[in-house]
């Protein structure tokens, strides 16, 4: 059964600061990975999709890398904004290939 | 124009009522879901539809039942409800390609109270 961990579950920031937010995921065996931003009260917006035969993809200021084999992906957010606070939430696509397995979310604030 | 959108957003009910949540997705997606958040927060699949048919079926109980009357929309009514269901429900889509899914986008979310 996949289990999907993100490391740390709460990270406060002082504006500008580069961070690196962790997700882990107990079965290799994955068909890709999704990291998702979620504000207060609202839906889950897509930032990257990772295939599991790509290492790393980017968007702006934001990049995702993946390790399939020590089950690990990184999401790495450069010159933070105060705009950037939200819920970082990882999935990894396993088994059946349509179902989707969330982490446990960070949880981070960017301070002015 | 929403890609995902879901009705209603906010639902309050009381204990034992039935009710209904409607999505539909305006992207030409093959394949549609339902996940349910609880008051920690952690997401979890409860349904998957593929061209209109039960492709994921998590250990739900019977009271929940998904309906897809075409590919682009997928309804949840929920029987008697319990305090337990009081959760945030999402709706998503992708496009399978090769048995494998794509880009995965989430509508807003329904709050669903139960009093």
């Known amino acids: 059964k996949q289990e999907v961990t993100q490391i740390p579950a709460a990270l406060s920031v002082p504006e500008g600061e580069n961070l690196v937010l962790n997700c882990s995921f107990t079965?290799?065996?994955?068909?890709?990975l999704q990291w998702f931003r979620q504000d207060p009260g609202k839906g889950l917006t897509s930032l990257l999709l990772?295939?599991?035969?790509?290492r790393e993809q980017t968007s702006g200021r934001l990049n995702a890398s993946l390790d399939k084999s020590s089950g690990r992906s990184t999401l790495y957010i450069a010159a933070s904004q105060p705009g950037d606070s939200a819920t970082y939430l990882c999935?990894?696509?396993?088994?059946?290939?349509?179902?989707?397995?969330f982490g446990t979310g960070t949880r981070l604030q960017v301070t002015l | 124009d929403t890609a995902v959108s879901q009705t209603p957003k906010y639902l309050v009910t009381q204990m034992g009522n039935d009710k209904s949540i409607k999505c539909e997705q305006n992207?030409?997606?093959?394949?549609m879901y339902w996940y349910k958040q609880d008051s920690k927060k952690f997401l979890k699949i409860m349904f998957s539809?593929?061209?209109?048919?039960?492709?994921i079926n998590e250990t739900v109980p019977n009271r929940f039942s998904p309906k897809s009357p075409d590919k682009a929309h997928l309804n949840l009514h929920i029987n008697s409800l319990e305090l337990g269901d009081s959760a945030v429900y999402f709706c998503?889509?992708?496009?399978?390609?090769?048995?494998?899914?794509?880009?995965?986008?989430f509508g807003e979310g329904s709050r669903l109270t139960v009093l």
């Open positions: 992207l030409g997606h093959d394949t």
């Open positions: 079965d290799s065996a994955i068909y890709n």
């Open positions: 998503a889509s992708s496009q399978l390609t090769s048995g494998l899914t794509g880009e995965l986008f």
């Open positions: 999935a990894v696509h396993t088994g059946t290939a349509s179902k989707l397995t």
């Open positions: 539809y593929n061209n209109k048919e039960l492709i």
């Open positions: 990772i295939q599991s035969s790509q």
